[in-house]
């Protein structure tokens, strides 16, 4: 499989082949896995001389997140894809995603599903994978499911982002607030983050916030 989607000559194939044995006596998982990762990341488009450390950065991911070297590998590739990372930006958003796991009620390979399902939309309007995985920690941690959580979240991202566009009504709630569908999607096209947060904490200190 590996074979398939590289284009080793025999020697750098034999090479690649003898560094993933070697790989899986320093880590916990098994040559066969390793190569399934490494045959999943050559598919998606991962450079041929990135596959070695892809692999050993999804197995190390694989083992931390309680997943299989199948999920590790396309996890970490739609990380990458979704947020147009580099393979050292995608290793320190796992690491983020580790923090978060291990300081909230929220696994990570959750957070991971909740990051890929929201990437697209949270990339258009300029939120980074580290905002992303600690919105879907805190869904998680009020125990919102990932799939609930990235629909909803979706929805949000797209409706504030084209806020000046809504209807009557929205427009209105907007004023209620002391703010406008215009200034909205300003802010959130220039500061995504900072709008959002400013947002809630409006809607949060509301007399209706329903």
């Excluded at 947020?83 to 983020?96: A, N, W």
């Excluded at 629909?151 to 797209?158: G, R």
């Excluded at 809630?200 to 007399?207: D, G, L, R, Y």
């Amino acid at each position: 499989d590996v074979k398939k989607v590289t284009d080793f000559d025999d020697t750098g194939f034999k090479m690649f082949s003898q560094d993933l044995l070697e790989m899986s006596t320093r880590l916990p998982m098994t040559a066969k896995g390793l190569a399934e990762i490494a045959a999943a990341a050559g598919a998606a488009g991962i450079k041929q001389e990135e596959l070695l450390v892809f692999s050993e950065d999804a197995a190390k991911m694989g083992v931390a997140f309680d997943i299989s070297a199948k999920e590790a590998g396309n996890a970490m590739t739609g990380l990458r894809n979704n947020f147009k990372l580099s393979q050292d930006g995608v290793r320190l958003l796992g690491d983020s995603m580790n923090a978060l796991a291990n300081s909230m009620d929220a696994k990570a390979a959750q957070i991971v599903d909740f990051a890929n399902r929201t990437g697209g939309a949270a990339r258009i309007y300029g939120f980074t994978g580290q905002e992303v995985a600690a919105l879907g920690a805190t869904f998680l941690d009020a125990k919102v499911g990932a799939e609930e959580a990235s629909t909803a979240t979706n929805a949000m991202f797209v409706r504030l982002g084209t806020a000046d566009t809504l209807s009557k009504d929205a427009q209105e709630a907007f004023q209620s607030l002391g703010m406008s569908g215009e200034g909205m999607a300003k802010a959130f096209r220039q500061d995504a983050q900072g709008a959002l947060l400013h947002f809630m904490q409006t809607v949060a200190k509301s007399k209706d916030p329903m």
